[in-house]
T-cell receptor, first 115, second 113 residues
């Protein structure tokens, strides 16, 4: 059964710092990996999607990498801003042998950027 | 604007009173799915549908029903809600190949007393 772990569970850093959020998954047979942002009481906003054949994706100050063989992904946030404060979720689409066709989510990293 | 909509956004109900949470998408997506989010447990998949009249169980389907009579709509039905179904529910959709990933609705916060 696919399991997704995110480390750290919480992170507080001063504004302007570069930071890395980590995601690991137990079954490397995934179709893709998606990073989301969730603000308190709100829905999920997709940040980046990496297909299983890709190594990384970039959008603005965000860069996500994928190492399928080792079961790891990182989300790099450059020059952090207070508006980046949110919970960041990592999710993998289960492969054909992983049961139901859907996403397995990590529990998230709660990020606070101090002004 | 491409979007997934859910109604209602907030609902308080009592044990045993049947309810339906609607989900609609305007992107002509074949794939739709329901998730629930609980503190400490994260998001878990309830049901999904690959196309009209095709539905299948996710990780936590007990106590829920779904139907897919039209491509754009995927309602979640709780025939006899119980307090352990108090949760934040999300509907999601995508193309069949998931080329752009999953699009999520704004969520429905359900409280069952």
């Amino acid at each position: 059964k696919q399991e997704v772990t995110q480390i750290p569970a919480a992170l507080s850093v001063p504004e302007g710092e570069n930071l890395v959020l980590n995601c690991s998954f137990t079954d490397s047979a995934i179709y893709n990996l998606q990073w989301f942002r969730q603000d308190p009481g709100k829905g999920l906003t997709s940040l980046l999607l990496i297909q299983s054949s890709q190594r990384e994706q970039t959008s603005g100050r965000l860069n996500a990498s994928l190492d399928k063989s080792s079961g790891r992904s990182t989300l790099y946030i450059a020059a952090s801003q207070p508006g980046d404060s949110a919970t960041y979720l990592c999710a993998v689409r289960r492969g054909s042998g992983g049961g139901a066709d859907g996403l397995t989510f990590g529990k998230g990293t709660h990020l606070i950027i101090q002004p | 604007e491409a979007q997934v909509t859910q109604n209602p956004r907030y609902l308080i109900t009592v044990t045993g009173k049947k309810l339906t949470v609607t989900c609609s998408q305007n992107m002509n997506h074949e794939y739709m799915s329901w998730y629930r989010q609980d503190p400490g447990l994260g998001l878990r998949q309830i049901y999904y549908s690959m196309n009209v009249e095709v539905t299948d169980k996710g990780d936590v389907p007990e106590g829920y029903k779904v139907s897919r009579k039209e491509k754009r709509n995927f309602p979640l039905i709780l025939e006899s809600p119980s307090p352990n179904q108090t949760s934040l529910y999300f509907c999601a959709s995508s193309s069949l190949d998931w080329l752009d990933g999953q699009y999520f609705g704004p969520g429905t916060r359900l409280t069952v007393t």
